[in-house]
T-cell receptor, first 116, second 114 residues
Framework: DGGITQSPKYLFRKEGQNVTLSCEQNLNHDAMYWYRQDPGQGLRLIYYSQIVNDFQKGDIAEGYSVSREKKESFPLTVTSAQKNPTAFYLC???????????????FGEGSRLTVL | GENVEQHPSTLSVQEGDSAVIKCTYSDSASNYFPWYKQELGKRPQLIIDIRSNVGEKKDQRIAVTLNKTAKHFSLHITETQPEDSAVYFCAARTLMDSNYQLIWGAGTKLIIKP
């Protein structure tokens, strides 16, 4: 069953702790993305990766880090430097955009992080 | 840079009536405009999209229109049903730092009243 899987679904963290959110896809997609979703706001891009071993900062990268060692995996670490980490985090992937496709985003089910 | 504004933030319509959600964008070079639907507790999913060389696209009860001159695009849902209740996001694709990026609207919560 192809898709994109995020874990954990819910996570609680104490202030000052780092936490890593997992994102795995078996769609053979080149690009992967991390978004943050807050109530009343659109999706804000944290980091994205177009190819293995390469990634770029999005609009709100401060306090986050990522790695892309494998095509299938794009984990996100929320560090203690992130001032307001409580949010819903969405991972997405897309095929390489060509003239024949639009690069549709396929989302995971999300991870809800709460900092206590 | 690109900015996408979406209105209204909440829309309540009677079941069977039509719903219209509007988005405006700022970058005239944006060339692709998708709409995603996010049901409560679920992942966003693409429901319809339109490229900049097309003015309108329909898929059963949903349609999207694009006015490039005015830089706005709209989602139209006819004969609304309870399962249409969700948050809808528009987006515009623009070129940033040599990569195409989607810039998102803030979302519209659509409520279908029985």
């Amino acid at each position: 069953d192809g898709g994109i899987t995020q874990s954990p679904k819910y996570l609680f963290r104490k202030e000052g702790q780092n936490v890593t959110l997992s994102c795995e896809q078996n769609l053979n997609h080149d690009a992967m993305y991390w978004y943050r979703q807050d109530p009343g706001q659109g999706l804000r891009l944290i980091y994205y990766s177009q190819i293995v071993n390469d990634f770029q900062k999005g609009d709100i990268a401060e306090g986050y880090s990522v790695s892309r060692e494998k095509k299938e995996s794009f984990p996100l670490t929320v560090t203690s430097a992130q001032k307001n980490p409580t949010a819903f985090y969405l991972c997405a992937s897309s095929p390489r955009r060509t003239s024949l496709n639009t690069g549709e985003l396929f989302f995971g089910e999300g991870s809800r992080l709460t900092v206590l | 840079g690109e900015n996408v504004e979406q209105h209204p933030s909440t829309l309540s319509v009677q079941e069977g009536d039509s719903a219209v959600i509007k988005c405006t964008y700022s970058d005239s070079a944006s060339n692709y405009f998708p709409w995603y639907k996010q049901e409560l507790g679920k992942r966003p999913q693409l429901i319809i999209d339109i490229r900049s060389n097309v003015g309108e696209k329909k898929d059963q009860r949903i349609a999207v229109t694009l006015n490039k001159t005015a830089k706005h695009f709209s989602l139209h849902i006819t004969e609304t049903q309870p399962e249409d209740s969700a948050v809808y996001f528009c987006a515009a694709r623009t070129l940033m730092d040599s990569n195409y990026q989607l810039i998102w609207g803030a979302g519209t919560k659509l409520i279908i009243k029985p």
